[in-house]
Every structure is written in C-alpha cells, then in structure tokens.
C-alpha cells in the first residue's frame, strides 16, 4: 500500500491512522489544481475513511471554483478535519470553507499542530 504522495501543491502521508496533508509554500491553487488535490488524496486513501490534518499555511490562494470543488468533491472519504492555519490569510481562507459548507464531518481551525493532532487523536479514542 502507497503511505506517500506528493505534487505540485501538497505533501500527503499516513501516519498512526492520521492522513497528514501539508501545503507547499506559496501554493496558489485553481479548478485543475483542487482537482489533482482530490485526486492524490482519494488516491492514498484507498476507499478508506480517514481523520485528515490540514497544514494551510503555505497557501496563497484558492480560487472560487477550487474552493467549491473542494466544498462538494473534496469532501469524500473524511471522518474530521484539524486544519492548521496562519492568520491572517489562511485563517480567511478556512473560516470561508466552513461558513460556506456546513461540512458533514467535524472540523476545527487551530494555530498550533499539537492541538489540531489532539483533537484528531480524541477522535480516534471515541470511534
């Protein structure tokens, strides 16, 4: 089984039952790109559901149609979200995804990787 990808734009790896997605510095993402994003990560998942962390701060930016690609197609196969943020952009850029797409799986925003992990890993403990 592939425990790794990367492109253009992200890193992916799994970890202790924890998909890890990190951002490339200065990723500035459109349709196509929010579309290989997707594509990769279901790729790496096999089927499988996972608890996702999201490093966000290399992003410099997300197209509307990205944005709503990733709100509909980039919401499969994904139990919670910890996305990790730099305020002030990429705090924008998530707090749009969240009151923009009432996703049906939990998700938080924080600013430091050991409480987005916490919070991953107190999910794990309750399913």
Known sequence: MIDHIENKFVKYWIEDDILYTVYKDGASIDL???????????????????????DLRGVKSVNKSARNYFALEGSVLIKAVALLVNPPLTSAISGFF????????????????EDAIEFLNNIKTID
């Open 32 to 54: 196509s790109g929010a579309i290989k994003i997707v594509k990769d990560r279901l790729f790496l998942q096999q089927g499988k559901d996972f608890l996702i962390y999201c």
């Open 98 to 113: 969240l009151k923009a797409n009432n996703p049906a799986f939990k998700i938080q925003i924080f600013t430091e990787k």
